[in-house]
Nanobody, 129 residues
Framework: QVQLVESGGGWVQAGGSLRLSCASSGRTFTNYAMGWFRQAPGKEREFVAAISASGTSTIYADSVKGRFTISRDNAKNTVYLQMNSLKPEDTADYYC??????????????????????WGQGTQVTVSS
């Protein structure tokens, strides 16, 4: 089992920044690609960003490209999502997720929620206009 705990959410004005963190425990962190997803009220969960197990490959949703940056610190078993130039439409619950990829350490991570094996409980982000 992998336990994922997100933190760093909160309230921010449009144009501001937040950094989300997701701490992992329970299994070897470097066996997992990590992703961030979000779900706004009344909407389906959507992909935000993902990073390979090695940290060398990242992908982003078009809606956040150029504003959000995903990174990971394998020594701290933590993945981050730096969110800049936030917009009201970024308001959502943000979830981190882990995809077991032991044989695909350097592969491009997945943007599909169904590919991910473990999920955190989410952290709320509210961006006011």
């Amino acid at each position: 089992q992998v336990q994922l705990v997100e933190s760093g959410g909160g309230w921010v004005q449009a144009g501001g920044s937040l950094r989300l963190s997701c701490a992992s425990s329970g299994r070897t962190f470097t066996n997992y690609a990590m992703g961030w997803f979000r779900q706004a009220p009344g909407k389906e969960r959507e992909f935000v960003a993902a990073i390979s197990a090695s940290g060398t490959s990242t992908i982003y949703a078009d809606s956040v490209k150029g504003r959000f940056t995903i990174s990971r610190d394998n020594a701290k078993n933590t993945v981050y999502l730096q969110m800049n130039s936030l917009k009201p439409e970024d308001t959502a619950d943000y979830y981190c997720a882990a995809d077991f990829v032991i044989t695909r350490y350097n592969s491009v991570p997945s943007n599909l929620a169904r590919q991910y094996d473990y999920w955190g409980q989410g952290t709320q982000v509210t961006v006011s206009s």
